[in-house]
């Protein structure tokens, strides 16, 4: 996997990329301070994934990764950050990122986000997991009649995506096949009426179903 990372600290740039580097499956290809700066070379330099902070310099995590999905959607994108505010994690979500770690954390998570990225899973970290269901105590009526719509095998599996889990792993959870998770997470989507994964979690969320 070719990772470019874009951190604006570099002491966490040399952390990161050190600690990567470690694992012969990880190549990283290149680091940028800023979000600028970070969306030339994402379509550049095309990685796999882009490991992003929020808080950078002339264009934030945010607003770069919205703009990376944009024109290269197929770009996985791990937001990586101290910032936990509920509307920045929603943001992020929102503008295309595939998962969502804190600092701090231990790097099995990161790694867990990684891979959740890689197989097209969303990953939210515990701590911003939590965060998110306290705050989200309104469920929007529309979003409601969205979540209306699915079958109860529909919710089990969108409850397992919002866990950030692979189709693979859902599959073993609920003892079917990959191709049914397939056809169960289209139809989840169709339903939703969203594009991607990570947007049927946001809306499994904010609907209070989690």
Do not use: W
Not at 32 to 48: E, R, S, T
Not at 68 to 82: A, D
Not at 96 to 124: F, N
Not at 183 to 198: E, P, Y
Request: aromatic share 2%.
């Amino acid at each position: 996997m070719r990772i470019l990372i874009v951190e604006d600290d570099p002491l966490m740039q040399l952390g990161l990329e050190q600690a990567l580097s470690e694992y012969p499956d990880f190549e990283i290809i290149g680091q940028a301070d800023d979000g600028y700066v970070g969306v030339q070379k994402a379509l550049d330099l095309q990685p796999d994934l882009v490991v992003m902070d929020i808080g950078l310099p002339r264009l934030d995590g945010i607003a770069a990764t919205k703009q990376i999905k944009e024109k290269s959607p197929q770009i996985h994108v791990v937001i990586l950050t101290s910032h936990t505010l509920q509307t920045e994690v929603i943001a992020a979500l929102s503008s295309g990122a595939d998962a969502y770690c804190i600092k701090g954390a231990s790097l099995e998570r990161l790694l867990a986000a990684i891979e959740a990225a890689k197989d097209g899973a969303t990953y939210l970290d515990p701590q911003i997991a939590r965060l998110v269901l306290n705050n989200l105590k309104t469920p929007a009526p529309e979003l409601n009649q969205n979540i209306a719509l699915l079958s109860e095998r529909e919710l089990e599996v969108l409850k397992l995506i919002v866990e950030g889990k692979s189709n693979n792993e859902i599959a073993e959870d609920l003892y079917l096949s990959a191709n049914t998770i397939k056809t169960h997470v289209r139809g989840i989507m169709n339903k939703l009426a969203v594009d991607d994964r990570v947007q049927a979690a946001v809306v499994a969320l904010r609907s209070g179903l989690v």
